[in-house]
């Protein structure tokens, strides 16, 4: 079979597979409560290919403050988007993961939103902390 076939449904059990989790409630280390919305690999980022995670966290609007968020962040990076990050083609440079207390269109604003961001390099099976 061609390599791009292969990839093509690779790309397809992903995006079922990724369906099936998007419903899905993650608690955090923290005890917040997430629900992954999307992820985005077709912007690239200041680093090259950047795999962009989104989560939906109401809680963020509250009183969770952002170094408990950050705290969160990084075990979503490592056991939510590491496993998620396919083994075939390029792979990304960065990863961020986003928190927003109301889903937002990517790339859209919304002054009223509560929204935190953090970037990673993948190493093995930890996130790596970058700053923006």
Do not use: K, N
Not at 69 to 93: H, K, N, V, Y
Request: aromatic fraction near 10%; include cysteine; proline fraction near 8%.
């Amino acid at each position: 079979m061609r390599p791009e076939i292969v990839r093509w449904i690779v790309m397809g059990i992903v995006m079922l597979a990724s369906a099936a989790a998007a419903a899905e409630e993650i608690v955090t280390p923290s005890g917040m409560a997430v629900t992954w919305m999307e992820t985005v690999h077709g912007a690239p980022g200041p680093e090259g290919l950047t795999a962009r995670f989104r989560f939906l966290a109401p809680a963020i609007s509250g009183d969770v403050a952002f170094e408990t968020a950050a705290e969160d962040m990084i075990w979503l990076c490592e056991t939510f988007a590491l496993p998620r990050l396919s083994d075939i083609g390029p792979q990304p440079s960065q990863v961020v993961i986003s928190l927003a207390d109301r889903d937002i269109p990517f790339g859209q604003t919304d002054l009223e939103a509560v929204q935190f961001f953090e970037a990673y390099r993948p190493a093995g099976d930890v996130c790596e902390w970058e700053m923006f």
